[in-house]
T-cell receptor, first 107, second 115 residues
């Protein structure tokens, strides 16, 4: 069963514009949710985890249990934000990745 | 040392070869993972080791054989692979043992090409 949904395969925004990458999940318990980023030719890096409620590189994500969402947001996109972003859900022994959103920030 | 390292970076092998991929972490993490990642796709879980014991095998063909010699090392032995096995193989570790979700930290991967 699909656990994590990222509806946008590709997303393009202009530099300085706000960006939101969508993530919805289906899980009956208390999920642990993460955002990972993969820059070109670099390793998959942990960006955010919902339990820490922090802001990394200007990105934030809030867990909305009512809407079962964990959208990633940044108020002003930068060119260096261009990358592949994966939402992931941790559950027991498993770690479920969404299909990813490729973000391009246009100068 | 706060990174997961993997060797080799690149590997080309024939279908009759035997090779091994290596992964190492010195963060004291209790769980280690092998993933396979095709281009523009998310990582697919292959194996999970928790406290050096295999806890998950995601129906991976027997031509892939994992090994965890100790808590810092994870190997993936390859034998009689097929061209469709060509992919980026990622190793990850997490502080919490499998069964307790926690953030996973990924190595840079080994890019494998099977001819």
């Amino acid at each position: 069963a699909q656990r994590v949904t990222q509806p946008e395969k590709l997303l393009s925004v202009f530099k300085g514009a706000p960006v939101e990458l969508k993530c919805n999940y289906s899980y009956s318990g208390s999920p642990e949710l993460f955002w990972y980023v993969q820059y070109s030719r670099q390793r998959l890096q942990l960006l955010l985890r919902h339990i820490s409620r922090e802001s990394i590189k200007g990105f934030t994500a809030d867990l909305n249990k009512g809407e079962t969402s964990f959208h990633l947001k940044k108020p002003f996109a930068q060119e260096e934000d261009s990358a592949m972003y994966y939402c992931a859900l941790g559950s027991g022994n498993q770690f479920y990745f969404g299909t990813g959103t490729s973000l391009t920030v246009i100068p | 040392d706060t990174e997961v390292t993997q060797t080799p970076k690149h590997l080309v092998m024939g279908m009759t070869n035997k090779k091994s991929l290596k992964c190492e972490q010195h963060m004291g993490h209790r769980a280690m993972y092998w993933y396979k990642q095709k281009a523009k796709k998310p990582p697919e879980l292959m194996f999970v080791y928790s406290y050096e014991k295999l806890s998950i095998n995601e129906s991976v063909p027997s031509r892939f054989s994992p090994e965890c010699p100790n808590s810092s090392l994870l190997n993936l032995h390859l034998h009689a692979l097929q061209p469709e096995d060509s992919a980026l193989y990622l190793c990850a570790s997490s502080q919490r043992a499998a069964g307790e979700p926690g953030a996973q930290y990924f190595g840079p991967g080994t890019r494998l090409l099977v001819l």
